[in-house]
């Protein structure tokens, strides 16, 4: 299985939706869409990344716990590096649901197999940004910019990912007026997950999202991805504008 998010799939829509709505405080409409993605769901890593959202609207803790589960014989049984990042939350978690039902020894069980599961990443890549600049082969990117979400900001690391598509999205997001650019880049130094979205807002790194604060020297460059569309960019510039929450920079 390819295991692979990716912003056009239609169960991973639902779920983006479902994330809106919390946003939105509106919960009940939140759990609905993430109860139709795993209704709809056709492989194991769909239902692994809808079993995650539909764990967070259970009314009691055992219910919490059996969709934790869940997810979490999904991304075993997916085993890839998009779910695997996964699996420290799941187990942390898990130990969580297993303290407030009184039984301590699986708690503790759980905890020491998240600690034990948060092994250093190893993606190697190809990796993309995506940006309006005008660049060429060889030029570096480097921390210093002004965050495409909150102009006041000017962001310590440099980010990309390991998905083409993502980066297109980020690309036809990003601040200027010129023509959206992918670019294949290299990272020159460490880098690690983006805590933007790592654990925060989805399960583990399913994006491929990293930040360094070494440059990226660009390699290439990749003119064809899927893009989304007029309404769906609305959306997603919508829910940006929308944002309250802090960038951890």
Known sequence: MNAQFDPNNNIIKLCL?????????????????????????????????????????????????????????????VNEITVISALPSLYSNIAQCYHDLGDFEEARRNEDLSKSSKLKHNDKGPFYHGTKADLQIGDMLTPGGISNYKPELKMNHIYFTAILNGAGLAAALARGDGRE????VEPLGEFENDPNVTDKKFPGNPTHSYRSQEPLKIVGEVTEWLRQTPEELRNWRERLANNKGEIIN
């Open 17 to 77: 939706q479902g994330m809106i709505m919390e946003e939105n405080k509106k919960a009940e409409e939140a759990a609905l869409l993430f109860q139709k993605a795993w209704t709809e769901a056709t492989d194991d890593f769909e239902r692994f990344f809808a079993a995650y959202y539909v764990s967070r609207h259970q009314k009691n803790v055992s219910d919490r716990l059996k969709w934790l589960e869940e997810a979490l014989q999904l991304a075993l049984k």
């Open 181 to 184: 650019r992918v670019y294949v």
